[in-house]
């Protein structure tokens, strides 16, 4: 059974730190793993999708690698802005790909 | 190009009620997926349908139901409500099924069960 873990929980950090988001699975056999932001109260928002067959993505400031041998995945956010607080999660499609599994999230929070 | 639509945005209900959400996807998309989120944790999956059919339920009672219409849109039903039943229901699309496609999701019907 599939299962994602994010670390840390929680976050808060100054204004242009560059910071690390960290997500793990436990099947190794995945598809892909999409990171998304969300808001408080709001949906989810895609920012990047990497393929099983890729090590990374980018777009912008944020840059996700993925390691399936290791379980891992991490998001890169390089000089963080008050304006990237958000909750951001990881997900992955299970075995067959009809559902997508969700970390529980890594609440961010940039002071300004 | 419209995103992932839901309606309504929020929805007040008692227990023992029935509800229906609604959710159009983004045009040329055939799969929905609708989710259910627990505030502080991550959206739990309910039901995926593919060209109208459903092709993954989740652990979620036989209460929850739902159907994909010719148009590719998709309602959710929920009957005999709870109180656990309250959450932020969200609904994604993808142009296929999920092996290679990414999801995008709407803004989510916030349902409180009083």
């Known amino acids: 059974k599939q299962e994602v873990t994010q670390i840390p929980a929680a976050l808060s950090v100054p204004e242009g730190e560059n910071l690390v988001l960290n997500c793990s699975f436990t099947?190794?056999?995945?598809?892909?793993l999409q990171w998304f932001r969300q808001d408080p109260g709001k949906g989810l928002t895609s920012l990047l999708l990497i393929q099983s067959s890729q090590r990374e993505q980018t777009s912008g400031r944020l840059n996700a690698s993925l390691d399936k041998s290791s379980g891992r995945s991490t998001l890169y956010i390089a000089a963080s802005q008050p304006g990237d607080s958000a909750t951001y999660l990881c997900?992955?499609?299970?075995?067959?790909?009809?559902?997508?599994?969700f970390g529980a999230g890594t609440r961010l929070f940039v002071k300004a | 190009d419209a995103g992932v639509t839901q309606s309504p945005t929020h929805l007040i209900k008692t227990r023992g009620q029935h509800v229906t959400l609604r959710c159009s996807p983004i045009?040329?998309?055939?799969?929905v997926s609708w989710y259910q989120q627990v505030l502080g944790q991550g959206p739990q999956f309910i039901f995926q349908?593919?060209?109208?059919?459903?092709?993954g339920r989740g652990n979620f009672p036989d209460r929850f139901s739902a159907r994909q219409f010719p148009n590719y849109s998709s309602e959710l039903n929920v009957n005999a409500l709870l109180l656990g039943d309250s959450a932020l229901y969200l609904c994604?699309?993808?142009?296929?099924?999920?092996?290679?496609?990414?999801?995008?999701f709407g803004d989510g019907t916030r349902l409180s069960i009083l």
């Open positions: 099947d190794s056999a995945i598809y892909n």
């Open positions: 349908y593919y060209e109208k059919e459903e092709r």
């Open positions: 994604a699309s993808s142009l296929g099924i999920q092996e290679t496609q990414p999801q995008h």
């Open positions: 045009s040329g998309h055939k799969s």
């Open positions: 997900a992955v499609p299970n075995t067959g790909g009809f559902k997508t599994i």
